[in-house]
Each structure stands twice: as structure tokens, then as C-alpha cells.
């Protein structure tokens, strides 16, 4: 594989630069090539910070995945309603006792990697994707010197554990290429969750020659990054310094024939923040944009098409070293005084009564989690609550507690929403509890430093499926201090669900065990949302990863 040098990278660099601002200038030549089927047209997205990296087996950042999604091809895909469908393979089979996961490939998908930069496939810019470049991906996971955080999610791989501690070899672990176009997993205990695992971009192939060949910097710049998917990287630019950061992909008309891609180019604008981002929007000069704040602007007005989807969960959280509400009857007395029932009735649908962990947006198995294990709905009742609030304070010693506030982030919640449920406490226990909203920035160095005492947390699974959202509560593993050691040996105990019913019914154990425990008391469900002008459709946005797929997007004029 050969590289550029410095200077030959930098006058291509130029080029390019020049090529995609003409494109910009020009934009309306998009629309001359628009097709009645919605294909052809250059969007245009803005991302809220650079891609940290484009190696699949390391990323995990929401900008690096949307990047990856549609740089790459997986063997199979998750679709909005959480079911598993087939990508790269065209066929997999499960042994009785589900422990071997074959895959048979389609042979006609191929890397591409555009040496020359001359947008054509030239000899020796293509080759195809075979079962190896699997193997060597899973291999650079379990590899130590790798440092993937994807071990934890493919354990039940066979070996795959023993590999990343140096006491099997790398060749041991249980991915075998039977040949070009036959993959074979073999596990160590039956998951449930396998099929999910290989529809995340950890699980996306890597040619070993293109990998070695990167020396060190595959995924980190343009000329390190090879494409399987539907688009290739035809530029990446960034300048921590500078205000015209762009990422800019091309179909890949290596694989097109093999599978539809709808737009032309993609050209993704690398912004700082997420109010640039908005921005952007608001000025027109992005086609869509992902947020967590309900914006009445574009949402109750012609032009615009909102999806709305509930995937995060709002509830408090308190300073483990508060020993007022450290004690549970105090904790079990405030969640008890939440009249839940008058929840969201104001937000426009931004919000709903949550009374359990797991969102309503998160699915399993082709159908949303709750539709299969319904919350328990727990009565409202201020007898109650004043009880559990007079228990707390006999063990407590105290008459009164201090006046204290609830952190919220700023962009995280509307407050409006919090005032009526600080007003019953007041009324039931007598004391004033107020907010205080700060920065985004402020709010994570705040959890960070323990200068809270109770503090509003927003919960959104790492993938669409409940487990995720579970284990969050991992001792030592969270960043709101939640530790407990009944709750870890039975995330230990979920991670070896074998079968959907069994995985949904350990699910229902730990999430009501979390819940009793009530250092995490749930009150709102709060919608993720997708904002696009009304000609585009087919966008695939994932709530969880806050990442889009547009390899069918389609725009109509």
C-alpha cells in the first residue's frame, strides 16, 4: 500500500479544498441532478465536534460513528425498530445450542481507496472484502495494544477474553474465516445479544494490508482511512484553529451496484458545539440537525419534518457523600412526592412520566422494550411520602433539612417542567428546594468535583437495546457515583442470557432492583429529536448513538 508524501498530500489537500467550497458556492447544481426518485443530491450535515477517530474498532464518539456508518458496511444492520436485518452477509445460520454463528458473505463488496484522489477506481484502488478482514477487526479488539473498549461487549467470544490478557494467542479466539465468503463465530456461553454486538460499528471489518500499511495512523487523517460502505472519504480537514473544518465523502461506486446509495456527496461541516450546529440549521446551511431540546420554531410550523423518539430517561441523582440523602427513606419520601400522573402535560409531548429506567424508545427483538415488560405505575400518594420523610428524619436525628438546589444542565431539560414537583415537596415536607442551571461544562466538572447535593441525570443507553441501559449502574463504571454490589453481580449474571425471554425477564429483575435501591429516582422520559426540511426523507438517525446513516436518504425538490 503506498502513501503520499507531505507535499504531494498538501497540494491535493488544496485541490480538494477549492473543489468542495466551489461545490458549496454552486450548491443550487445539486438540484440539476436530482432524480424523481430522490437520489442525487448533496447533503449537507454539521457535526458538533471532529471525529476523534475512524478506526471502527476504537471509536465512540457520536461524530466518529456517523462518519463510520457511512464509511462502512457490517455484516448485518439494526433497523429502527430493533430488528436484525442482513448487510454484507446474505445469510447466516445459529447452531442448536447457539454457540456458532456462521456467515456466508456477499462477494460483491469491495474497499475502496482512492489513492490518487481522482475520484476514479483505478487499478489497485479496489480489492474485495472478505471474511479475514473480519477476523483481523475482532483480532484488534481482543489485541491489549488495540486498548479497544469493545473487549467487554464481544467477552463471550471464545478466547476472546483470554487473548486481550495474554493467555491465549490472537489466532485462538473463536473467528474463523472458513474461506473468502464464509465467516464462523464460536462463543464461549450462548448471548443473546450477539446479533445486536455485530450491528454496531465496532464490529465492521479491517483489511490487514491497508491497516499495516496506515503505519500507526489508521483512521486518524484522510490517507489512513479505507471505505467498504457507501461513500468513500474524499476529504478530511480540520484545524483546531480554524473556522472551514469539512469532511467530505462521494458515493462509492465500488459497491453501488451492489446496493442502492441515494445521495451523490456528503459534506459533513465540523463545528464546535452544538449551538453552531443549530445554527447552522437556522441559517440553511444544513440540511438537518439532531438535538435534545424541543424547538417550537420548526416544530409547529410547515416546512419541517420532526422525529421524535424517547430515548432518554431524566432522573435525580444525589451526592454519595450527603448523608440527608444518603439515608433511603429520605430518597424513597421525594420519589414517593412526585405526582407523576401530571408529568409532560405542558411540554408540547417533550416529556412523559417515567417510572422506570429503561426508555419507551429502546427496543428488543423487533419491538420496543416496554411493549414487552411494561413499568410498574406506582399511585402518587402524599401519606406515604410523609411517612417515608418522617422515618428518614428519626434516623436522621433532624427537624429540618437545609435549603438546597437541584444541578440541571441548561441544554440537557426545559426547568419549567421541575417546578410543580418542587413545589408538592415543599408543601408535604416543608422545606424549599430550589434549581440552579449551568453549562454543559460546568455541570460534568460539578459531578466530577461532588460539589452538588442532588442533581438532575439524563440516561441514554450506549445502543438500542435494554441491557445497555442497565448497565449503566455498573459500580465504577458510571459518572454519577452509583455503586452497588447486589446490582453488579446481577449485570454479571444478565451478561450470560442465552435466550430473548431470559434476557428480558433478568432485565425486569435488575431494573426494579435498581429502582428500589432509589439512588436513581426516574421522573421525565425526554425526547431526542431529528429536525429536517420536509423534501428529505429516509434519514436514519439513531437516538442512542445521536448518529445517522444516509445511504437512503433522499431529497425531493
Known sequence: MRFFSVRRTCQLLCFCLAAVFSMQILGGCASQNQESD????????????????????SATDSASKTILRNLYEGLVEQNSDGSITLAAAESYTVSEDRLVYTFTLHDDRYWYYDENQNDTIDEGESWRVTAQDYVYAFQRIFDAQTQSPYVETFSAIQNGIEANQGTAALSDIGVMAV??????????YPDARFLNHLASTAAYPCNEAFFLGTKGKYGLDQTAVASCGAFYLRLWFYDPYGSDNLIYMRRNAANRTARSVYPTNLTFQ?????????????????????????????MERDGYTVTAQYATTLGLIFNPDNTDFANQNIREALSLGIDRSNIGGDSNGDLLPAYGIIPPALHWNGATYREQMPETV???????????FQRGMQELQKESL????ILVCAPLMDCENLHDILQTWQRIFGFYIGIEEVSESDYWQRLA????????YGLTPAQDDPVSALMAFQSEEN?????????????????TAGTSSELLQKCSQLEQTILDEMQFIPIFYK???????????????????????????KHFE
Open 38 to 57: 430522490g437520489s442525487g443530491y448533496l447533503f449537507t450535515i454539521s457535526l458538533p465536534a471532529n471525529p476523534q477517530s475512524l478506526d471502527p474498532q
Open 179 to 188: 474461506s473468502d465468503t464464509v465467516l464462523q463465530f464460536t462463543l464461549a
Open 270 to 298: 465540523i463545528r464546535r458545539d452544538a449551538q453552531e450546529v443549530m445554527d447552522d440549521f437556522q441559517e440553511g446551511t444544513a440540511d438537518l440537525v439532531t438535538t435534545s431540546l424541543y424547538q417550537p420554531q420548526y
Open 378 to 388: 406506582t399511585e402518587f400518594s402524599q401519606e406515604a411520602a410523609l411517612a417515608a
Open 402 to 405: 437545609d435549603t438546597t438546589k
Open 449 to 456: 468535583e461532588k460539589k452538588y447535593t442532588i442533581a438532575v
Open 479 to 495: 459518572d454519577f457515583y452509583y455503586n452497588s454490589s447486589t446490582v453488579d453481580s446481577l449485570l454479571t449474571d444478565l451478561r
Open 527 to 553: 425526547n431526542q429529536y431529528l429536525l429536517t426540511k420536509s423534501g428529505n426523507a429516509d434519514i436514519e438517525y439513531d437516538p442512542f448513538t445521536d448518529s445517522l446513516n444516509l445511504r437512503d436518504a
